[in-house]
């Protein structure tokens, strides 16, 4: 980035006696959308930013819990019970309520990093 670009921070940074180049970070963002294929023009997208050195720690303790639990990864639609069976669908088709409760019981934990 060229500095002659940035004279003066912008005015919702915080001056912290250092040169506009030097606030910058390296941060990464993981977004995830969902929606009602029948509705296509509403939808809501959630999702959550870090730094890079809290991504890898979370997914270090992310592939923990997903070993832990013997899971090939996590489909929060998939890893809910099905209200006439009690089963999960897709990877989760063998496992129980409680059993998908625990799962993402500590997949949120693994979260509060």
Not at 42 to 59: C, H, K, M, N, P
Not at 91 to 110: G, Q, S, V, Y
């Amino acid at each position: 980035m060229n500095a002659t670009l940035l004279q003066s921070p912008p005015r919702h940074c915080v001056d912290l006696g250092r040169e506009p180049w030097e606030l910058l970070a390296m941060i990464r963002l993981c977004l995830d959308e969902s929606g009602d294929p029948k509705n296509t023009r509403i939808f809501t997208v959630g999702g959550w930013l870090a730094r890079s050195e809290v991504w890898e720690e979370l997914d270090n303790i992310w592939k923990y819990t997903l070993k832990d639990h013997r899971a090939k990864y996590f489909h929060a639609t998939d890893c809910e019970p099905d209200p006439k069976t009690g089963m999960g669908r897709g990877a989760f088709e063998t496992w129980n309520a409680k059993e998908m409760r625990a799962f993402r019981r500590d997949l949120i934990k693994a979260c509060e990093i």
